[in-house]
């Protein structure tokens, strides 16, 4: 049996991976978030309860459950802190462990966000304003902050100083926010302080764990299209979601990552900017958004919405290494009379199969599409898979056979509790 499992979003993120997450680890010992930064929003409904988290793995609300922040993350301690709070506010009891590789985010990261975004003019990406490029870009670039140095004194005060020279330096002739060290250094050792009783060598303990047997999930965060290496260039963030990254973004070796649960939307949203072939717009696209409650769980931003796109997610399935999906938002296209399956595309004249590189003709394709009967009728109450209507299965099963992968998850409303689970994902 697999004691490792990966969720990961398969589309451009939003996809529900903080529902299944939850779901999954009820009986996990660890859940880890190996990417990313607050950057996500993670949506989880119990009990009449909604949390959106940023930068915890959604395992969280299982007491048993350890969490993991692994070294592949860039953390804003602020966000953090205030994150853990939140939680204990609310009765969570957390056992957190933070890497000591992890790297930070530091005030000057968010402002160099809007300072590249403003520069690239027809290339603007969209972000999120967190400033996780510019942090990546300083990792990457061997002058970041990690977290071992965040917690030492001398280190911190010293790579803290250096580093907001360059950044206002950077900043000099524009309206941002140039922070002086006076403004940084005494409120964020006091972050430092809180976290640095969570820090430790994550990749030891995780290593230590898998090879007792005990049970580990990595929540991936956005989704392949948004990957750094195989997403759509230059839309795309600033690390790996795919499967394929964790074992160097997490220090655990590569044959222990073959379980791999692809979370996938019964249509596809994207937020920012970039390619999206299959992006509808009018009526319908609007009944989906309201319905769904597409709006960005970290930046509000409505959702731009589109059909499900079967190249893109075979392109996804591939290159992350998914061994079975789960559907989510299924409930959502009951208010659609017929829905629309892309299955080819065409670009000049030639139909194609795979994801073209170049973002212009990704820009140019037209999808092909088989359309289908929609079920219009309620089925956020279904808790069997075969009671799903005739025409959802009929959708279900072509999505199942044309990706060559169990479903073996259909989420059919946002709570917890409106799950069909087919199979053990754990098998
Ligand atoms: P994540 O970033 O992949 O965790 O996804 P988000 O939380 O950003 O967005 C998913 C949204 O869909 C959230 O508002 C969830 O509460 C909601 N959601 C998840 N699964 C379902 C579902 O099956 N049906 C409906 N209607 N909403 C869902
Ligand atoms: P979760 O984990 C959807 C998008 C941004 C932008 C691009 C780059 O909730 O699925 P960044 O701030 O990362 O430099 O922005 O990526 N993006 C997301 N879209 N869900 C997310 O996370 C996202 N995280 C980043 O909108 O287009
Ligand atoms: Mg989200």
């Known amino acids: 049996m697999n004691k490792t499992l990966s969720i990961v979003g398969s589309q451009w993120g939003d996809e529900g991976k903080g529902k299944i997450t939850d779901i999954v680890c009820k009986d996990a010992d660890y859940v880890v978030r190996y990417q990313g930064g607050n950057n996500a929003g993670h949506t989880i409904e119990f009990d009449q309860k909604k949390y959106s988290l940023h930068i915890l793995p959604s395992g969280v609300f299982n007491p ?38 992890a790297a930070m985010i530091m005030p000057y990261h968010e402002e160099l966000d809007e300072y590249y975004e403003n520069l690239k003019l027809d290339f603007k990406v969209g972000t999120t304003r967190k400033g996780i490029g510019p942090a990546y870009m300083d ?3 061997r002058s970041g902050i990690r977290m071992a140095e965040f917690c030492d004194k ?6 803290l100083s250096h580093n907001l020279e360059i950044s206002n330096n950077l900043l000099d ?3 941002l926010t140039k922070y002086s060290f006076d403004q940084v ?9 809180v976290l640095s009783q969570y820090m430790c060598d994550t990749s030891l303990l995780l290593d230590q764990a898998v090879k007792n047997g005990e049970k580990i999930v ?9 990957d750094i290496e195989h997403g759509t260039y230059p839309f795309v963030t600033s690390s790996s979601p795919s499967s394929s990254s964790i074992p160097v973004n997490t220090g655990i070796g590569s044959h222990y990552i073959n379980n791999s649960l692809g979370i996938v939307k019964a249509y596809t949203s994207r937020v920012g900017e970039g390619p999206f072939p299959t992006q509808i717009e009018g009526d319908i696209a609007d009944l989906i958004r309201e319905t769904g409650r ?4 970290t930046t509000k931003r409505p959702r731009r919405i589109g059909w499900i796109d079967l190249v893109q997610l075979k392109y996804a399935a591939r290159v992350s290494g998914f ?3 789960s559907i989510m938002l299924l409930d959502v296209l009951s208010v659609a009379k017929e829905i629309k399956v892309c299955i080819g595309y065409q670009l000049d004249g030639k139909e194609i199969y795979t994801i073209p590189p170049l973002e212009r003709d990704y820009q140019n394709v037209k999808p092909i599409y088989k359309t289908f009967t929609g079920w219009n009728t309620d089925i956020t109450n279904v808790l069997d898979y075969n009671s799903l209507p005739k025409e959802a299965l009929e959708y279900l099963e072509f999505i199942e056979a044309e990706l060559g992968l169990p479903i073996n998850i259909v989420s059919v409303g946002p709570d917890r509790l409106q799950t069909i689970i087919r199979n053990d994902i754990f098998q």
């Open 173 to 175: 002739d524009t309206k």
């Open 154 to 159: 001398d280190i911190f005060a010293k790579k």
């Open 64 to 101: 048993s459950t350890k969490i993991v922040i692994a070294n592949g993350m860039v953390v804003n301690p602020k966000k953090l802190v205030e994150e853990i709070n939140m939680l204990q506010s609310h009765g969570v009891s957390i056992s957190l462990y933070i890497s000591n590789r």
């Open 218 to 226: 990595f929540e991936g965060a956005q989704g392949v299209m948004l």
């Open 185 to 193: 250094h005494p409120e964020y050792e006091k972050y430092a302080e």
């Open 139 to 141: 990792k990457i670039n």
């Open 294 to 297: 597409e709006y960005g769980t």
């Open 323 to 325: 061994t079975q999906i």
